[in-house]
């Protein structure tokens, strides 16, 4: 890495900043001091939770707001229902299911996650018919584990293939590290989740599937002539929140999913490793009241506009322009002397012939030490091949540059 800017934040939300790399590296930077940003009545910024593992996102923007070990594999208990209520709208949306269509409720389902688990349950009686929207209602407000094994084996057949079509549907969302092993979060010493991938899973629930999102605000569902009030307790709180879901082990305490909608901004949290009920509640309060008050939106780069260069090998041209395809900016802490380090990181040099708007890289924004914002770069025109000349000189370029780094390794 190597420091190309230094200006203060006043000055990154008035000049284009050109990230171009020396060939071959793999990362160039830029730092910008924040110690004159923020008024002067601005709180202290700094912020902590009794929560083992946090992570809080402000959405519009993406940035990461606060982390704490977000990258810890725990055990989702009744938080791995967001990935099954996920493939069933996936299910809907695709036209493989509807929602007025019957599952019958098993004796696997029955036992398991009904009357007799001595669990979370909304009640269905065996060999009775469920429409999917009611077992949408049971899972998202009651927590129903026997509404999760109906939807399981009446779309796969069994909840191990539902299991198994749960692991595929998370990785192609862009979950990297967890594991599910059944539709209800039983326990299972196989299933893991991280607050990273619970956090990228609310996400994508809420933007891909509106019209199913709005069952996690609902207060209350009836079922058997049963009322239960929903089990999220930020719904509560008068601080905006409309979903969505709670889950507790004994080795991973309590832990919940949250989002909030403030001021036109959305917020989304994750916390695991709390130690009551009580306490999550109080937390995850904490932590949205904070996330509230304590940032403010500085605008980076507009739509379309170069975020730097990347080094290309072979082509008519040596270098080409990097851009984003949507704004980026980035909220930060109104009271904060860190700095803000920005990254346009790729593998490089390109290697030429390259086509326009091909994503080659990721522009990474850190404050402090702490990463708060990623967003893909794609190449802003395209550069055709060389001729042998130009073509040559790269070569023999990469061949003493390539062997000088390897020297200095």
Known sequence: MRLL?????????????????PFRMLAASLVLTLAAYGPAHAQDALFDTKAKQALMLEDQTGTILYA???????????????????????????????????????????????????????????????????????VIVQSAN????????????????????MNERAKEIGLKDSTFRNSTGLPDPQQKVSLTDLVTLARYIKHEYPEYYRTYA???FTWNNIFQRNRNPLLRLDIGADGMGTGYTEQSGYGLVGSAEHNGRRYIVALSGLASDRERAEEAKKIFEWAYSAFEEISIFAEGETVGEASVFGGVKSSVALKAHEKISLLVPTANKDRLKAHVEYKGPLIAPLKADEQV????????????????????EAVETGDLQKRTMDAVLELTTGWTRHLKL
């Open 146 to 165: 026997d509404g999760c094994i109906i939807l399981a084996e009446g779309i796969a057949g069994s909840e191990q293939k539902f299991a198994e079509m």
């Open 361 to 380: 890289g990721m522009l990474r924004i850190w404050i402090g030490d702490a990463l708060a914002q990623e967003t893909p770069v794609y190449t802003g």
């Open 218 to 220: 609902q207060e209350s």
């Open 68 to 138: 704490k070990a977000p990258d810890t594999l725990i055990e989702p208990a009744a938080l791995a229902k967001l990935m099954t209520m996920e493939l069933v709208f996936h299910q809907l949306k695709t036209g493989n299911i509807k929602i007025d269509t019957q599952y019958t409720v098993s004796e696997n389902a029955w036992r398991t996650g009904g009357a007799p688990s001595g669990g979370s349950t909304m009640f269905a009686k065996l060999k009775s018919s469920i429409s999917v929207g009611d077992l949408i209602q049971g």
């Open 5 to 21: 800017y230094a200006m203060t934040a006043t000055d990154f939300r008035h000049h284009r900043l050109f990230l171009k790399q």
